[in-house]
């Protein structure tokens, strides 16, 4: 029962370690993955200088967190993708494009969210 519950720990620490390696490959290889890495960190500090409040932040971390888990499931598409077919398909080319723009409309609602959140703290900044 102990040895058991013991190998589950191990496992469990196991995928944690799986799915940071697979954080940390996707930075490493892919520059869409550093640019919404670097894109999420000016977010939290401009989220930081205008103190914005606790729903604010509670949306903020969701679209960030979104835009970065998205990015991560295209990447495995592509790869998986590259896997199956080197050569040219037009469900190879389908799976990408669609994955791509899954990752576009919530960039573009990203944005306008991002807009309606800080655009009334530019504002008040700005007043006085
Ligand atoms: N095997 C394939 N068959 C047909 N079209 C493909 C294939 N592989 C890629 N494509 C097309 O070429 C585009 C570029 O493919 P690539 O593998 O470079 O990924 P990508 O979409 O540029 O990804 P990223 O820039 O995020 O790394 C794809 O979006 C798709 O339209």
Redesign the pocket.
């Known amino acids: 029962m102990g040895s058991h519950g013991k190998r589950k720990a191990i496992s469990l620490l196991d995928s944690f370690s799986f799915a940071i390696n697979g954080i940390r490959i996707a930075l490493l290889t892919?520059?869409?993955m550093r640019i919404h890495l670097f894109s999420s960190v000016i977010v939290i500090g401009s989220s930081i200088f205008f103190s914005i409040s606790t729903i604010e932040w509670l949306i903020v971390l969701i679209v960030i967190g979104g835009m970065l888990a998205l990015e991560l499931v295209?990447?495995a598409i592509?790869r998986v993708?590259?896997l199956v077919?080197?050569?040219?398909?037009?469900f190879?080319?389908q799976a990408?494009?669609m994955a791509?723009g899954a990752v576009f409309i919530y960039a573009i609602i990203s944005v306008v969210i991002g807009m309606i959140v800080f655009w009334p703290h530019i504002l008040k900044l700005l007043s006085f």
């Open positions: 892919e520059r869409n295209n990447t592509e993708v590259d077919t080197e050569e040219f398909h037009p190879a080319k990408k494009d791509a």
